[in-house]
């Protein structure tokens, strides 16, 4: 039992660059989310999706985009990578009555 | 709209000391609460939670939080602090429903642990 897999771990792009952060869950979770986290600002919501072929906007979504096309996988795409996306990338799950179960992260850095 | 405050971005405490991390929230509706503890290059792990329950709610590695409505506070605290307590700490409130555990978090506590 993995939980949250996330890959890669790291990744340097450079400006303009597309990348797809991929992040797989075996727990049969229905819900599933993207954060950012950036030095003293916590955690920010980026996009989450409530089931498969569901996805919806969350605090930061700007340069971001999602798909949920099976339950298991939530990859998130960089189509023009800015400086401004230097961050820490969080995918996590849940089901209805659990707490959300976090990956390992990715440190992705644009230069 | 939800919001997390924590007070203090850094604390430090000597081996032995209590441990108190504090934290205020705002919701439109009951909420949940939940502490999370974060590792040097890890994901974010659960250390406990609140979900209208006991106020007073007991985690992992010793710690324990209290709700407190009239405060609108749900600080965390640790007895006796260990070397392996050094670490981020995040406090963060869901109003859960359709969205499942859709969180907002404060800007974290980082906690420095001295011998």
């Known amino acids: 039992n993995a939980g949250v897999t996330q890959t890669p771990k790291f990744r340097i792009l450079k400006i303009g660059q597309s990348m797809t952060l991929q992040c797989a869950q075996d727990m049969n979770h229905n819900y599933m989310y993207w954060y950012r986290q950036d030095p003293g600002m916590g955690l920010k919501l980026i996009y989450y999706s409530v089931g498969a072929g569901i996805t919806d906007k969350g605090e930061v979504p700007n340069g971001y985009n999602v798909s949920r096309s099976t339950t298991e996988d939530f990859p998130l795409r960089l189509e023009l990578a800015a400086p401004s996306q230097t961050s820490v990338y969080f995918c996590?799950?849940?089901?209805?009555?659990?707490?959300?179960?976090f990956g390992q992260g990715t440190r992705l850095t644009v230069v | 709209a939800q919001s997390v405050t924590q007070l203090g971005s850094h604390v430090s405490v000597s081996e032995g000391a209590l441990v108190l991390l504090r934290c205020n929230y705002s919701?439109?509706?009951?909420?949940?609460l939940f502490w999370y503890v974060q590792y040097p290059n890890q994901g974010l792990q659960l250390l406990l939670k609140y979900t209208s329950a006991a106020t007073l709610v007991k985690g992992i590695n010793g710690f324990e939080a209290e709700f407190k409505k009239s405060e609108t506070s749900f600080h965390l605290t640790k007895p006796s602090a260990h070397m392996s307590d050094a670490a981020e700490y995040f406090c963060?409130?869901?109003?859960?429903?359709?969205?499942?555990?859709?969180?907002?978090f404060g800007g974290g506590t980082r906690v420095l642990v001295k011998p």
């Open positions: 963060a409130v869901s109003e859960s429903g359709a969205a499942g555990n859709k969180l907002t």
């Open positions: 919701s439109s509706v009951p909420p949940y």
């Open positions: 996590a799950s849940c089901a209805v009555n659990t707490e959300a179960f």
